[in-house]
């Protein structure tokens, strides 16, 4: 299967974004990757759930929205009701992931974990029959245009030979300094997240290179 390309719009001019979500369509993009910051998570405040329902109504493509925020719980519902197609918790940021998961589930969306380059990869082992979605950081969250960590790509390995055992049918995406640099080490990823490397360029040409 060739590889899902998911635009960060992180990356994308926010004063035009339904011209840059027909483009990145037009270029090929599968998805639109959506990230959430809420300033307590991490150290960055981006947008909410009124941009999210925005999105929705011009995007052709399923939003695939990143959440980098404390107690999703409270905001889940909201976010699904918006819009949101996939929607990733990250585990640390909430006292029961499993719980989340499942109530992500429960509304309608697809649920997805993921975790921060710090975390230990076995923290999400036991989550993975709750998601379609294991998103993988090779940045540290909170910014775009950051390098890639290749001393997370062990965690890539490990998440699929844990799918392959336990014969999920979960995605395995990749987020943070993706680019025809890196790809090299994503041969085993479903679906690559990139912001800075398709909207600083021909977005055509950044999506054809990074399905290979
Ligand atoms: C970082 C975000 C990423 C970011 C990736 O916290 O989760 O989605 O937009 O940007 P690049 O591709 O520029 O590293
Ligand atoms: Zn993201």
């Not at 941009?51 to 929205?65: E, F």
């Not at 976010?79 to 929607?87: K, R, T």
């Amino acid at each position: 299967m060739s590889k899902l390309i998911a635009p960060s719009i992180l990356s994308a001019d926010f004063a035009n974004l339904e011209k840059e979500i027909q483009a990145v369509t037009a270029a090929g993009a599968d998805w639109l990757h959506v990230d959430v910051m809420d300033g307590h998570f991490v150290n960055n405040i981006t947008i909410g759930v009124p941009v999210v329902a925005s999105l929705k109504k011009v995007s052709q493509i399923p939003l695939d929205v990143h959440l980098m925020i404390e107690k999703p719980e409270k905001y889940i519902r909201q976010f699904v009701q918006a819009g949101s197609d996939y929607l990733t918790i990250h585990v640390e940021s909430t006292e029961n992931p499993a719980e989340v998961l499942k109530e992500i589930r429960r509304l309608g969306a697809k649920p997805g974990i993921t975790l921060r380059p710090r975390t230990g990869v076995e923290k999400i082992l036991p989550l993975l029959p709750l998601v379609d979605l294991v998103l993988i950081m090779t940045v540290e969250p909170g910014f775009g245009g950051q390098e890639f960590m290749t001393d997370q790509v062990v965690k890539i390995e490990k998440i699929r030979a844990e799918i392959n055992n336990q014969k999920l049918n979960c995605l395995i995406e990749v987020d943070g300094g993706v680019s025809d640099k890196t790809l090299h080490h994503l041969s085993q990823v479903d679906v690559l997240v990139a912001g800075s490397y398709v909207f600083k360029q021909d977005y055509a040409q950044a999506i054809k290179k990074l399905k290979g």
